[in-house]
């Protein structure tokens, strides 16, 4: 009986001892973990349902649970004696294979951490027993958003830099990473993929036309947005890739292929007289030509032209082509202020050729800009007021040509002379400006003079005159001036002028306080009188 009882002393001893070892190993989990694993809390269920209690599972599941769980564990469940634990250690089959045991359930302790999110924090019970070392662990996953995605994009990166060749269902999901990096404008990603070595891979890949040619398009254009990378693009020779593309049929692609090539050589002289001696020209036209109603497709095409038109060039080729008709019409579809400023900017960049100044008149340019300053006149809106300037200047600037000019004035009946008649008589001090110096520019020949004279045009500029003789606007005086005196130079008109008490109204203007403008009357009034000394 006291051998028995000594042994009883002796076990519970052992009991207390491995009971507070493994206390001490809980709480060593529950500074090192803090996350807890959902696998864990399902054994925990498991055993529960199955009538196993903590202190009849074996030693082995109990350390894989402490690797898998870090939440507080009750105190039945530590009641496990140091024979259990060393029969647990002997089903194992030996004290190696338990250590890598617990190695393993803590890789995958430390896998399922891994790829948990921010939200696995929810799962601890009590905040205050989360270690400083846990509370870094959160904040440094908290600020890994970009991080994440740059790590994604460098990834994408090496895939296609490594590959020597890429099917489309491999070259899909890299591309689909560098373009979501590229249009959330994340800082260093255009540069980054510059830089990778991946761009003359891109170009053999738009050169093969595969099913990626308008997502890697995509891709270029996004990366074109930035100005620094622009020359790599056209080392790697994307440009004489996308070239090809602009005769497709495929109107998305086409769009994409646009704005790549209109950004990679923007403001570069040297790759736009390329795009030229290339024929980029016919291939921007016919594109407008033939889908005149695809509004993004077609600003892209008149943005390019706006580009090229300043070179001689540029020009030479579009008198070649029907890029007139092109812009007529879409001139006449204009509904908004951005397409109009678009339209009317094209148009008087290459309004500066006289090839293309009588092209514009056959193709009836100056028509649809009255049209459009009529639909406008009277408003109050800046743009259209804007729009309305811009394009009674450029109907000024066409008639500068003497064969488009001559179209326009068509013996005085022409549709564009009745509307610059009545800009005279405008409210409107642009059109006033402008609707003198185009009977200015009519009043070049001795012909158009006299028809001039024969409609009255004269009493309708000294009406102008004497609107803005009283702190009027002196453009608008030095614009009728000179169109008064463009009449005076026929010989048959100054005596027409004289006899019509001409001389007369203009002396009444000499009262202007403006020393330019008194200089401009006394020059138009030599010019009546020259010759005339019998009739003064």
Known sequence: MVQSKK??????????????????????VREGESETSES???RDRQALKSGKTGAQKTGREREREREGQAEPVDDEHNSTTAAD???SVGRSGSGRDSI????????????SLKHTHIHTHTHTSNKSQQTPGHTRREHSHRGTGGGCIMDSLTDALKAISVSTELIDEELKPHLDILLTALQEKRKG????????????????????????????????????????????????GLVTALLPLLKS????????????????????????????????????????????????????CLLALCNLAEMESAREALAEVGVAEALTCQLHRAADAERRHIVLEVLGSLGESDMLKLQFVESGVPQALSEMIRGMHGGADSHDLCSIKIASNLIVSLLLGDESMQKCFGE???????????????????????????????????????KMLDLGVVHHILDLLERHVDQGDVSVQHAALSALRNLAIPATNKVRMLEDAVVE????????????????????????VDGQAERC
């Not at 042994?7 to 060593?28: C, F, P, Y």
């Not at 040297?270 to 594109?287: H, K, M, S, T």
Request: with cysteine.
């Open 7 to 28: 042994g009883e002393r002796e076990k519970e001893r052992e009991r207390d001892k491995a009971g507070m070892g493994e206390q001490e190993l809980i709480e060593t």
């Open 40 to 42: 864990g809390k399902r």
């Open 85 to 87: 634990a060393d029969s």
């Open 100 to 111: 890598l045991g617990l190695k393993a359930a803590h890789c995958l302790c430390w896998d």
């Open 189 to 236: 990603a255009p540069e980054e993929i510059a830089a990778s070595g991946i761009l003359p891979s891109l170009a053999q890949t738009l050169s093969k036309k595969s099913l990626l040619t308008s997502q890697v398009t995509l891709v270029v254009a996004e990366l074109a947005r930035e100005a620094t990378v622009r020359e790599r693009c056209i080392e790697a």
């Open 249 to 300: 049929s495929d109107q998305e692609l086409l769009l994409h292929t646009g704005r790549a090539i209109g950004r990679i050589c923007f403001d570069n002289m040297v790759q736009q007289d390329y795009l030229v001696q290339n024929g980029v020209i016919p291939r921007l036209v016919a594109i407008m030509q033939d889908y005149p109603e695809n509004d993004p497709l077609v600003n892209v």
């Open 412 to 450: 005085g009946k022409g549709p564009v002379y009745r509307d610059v008649l009545s800009w005279l008589q405008s409210s409107n001090m642009q059109l006033q400006q402008a609707g003198a110096l185009a009977i200015a520019n009519f009043a070049r020949n001795d012909s158009n003079c006299v």
């Open 505 to 528: 109204r203009i002396r009444a203007l000499l009262r202007s306080d403006m020393p330019p403008v008194q200089f401009k009357l006394l020059g138009t009034l030599r010019m009546m």
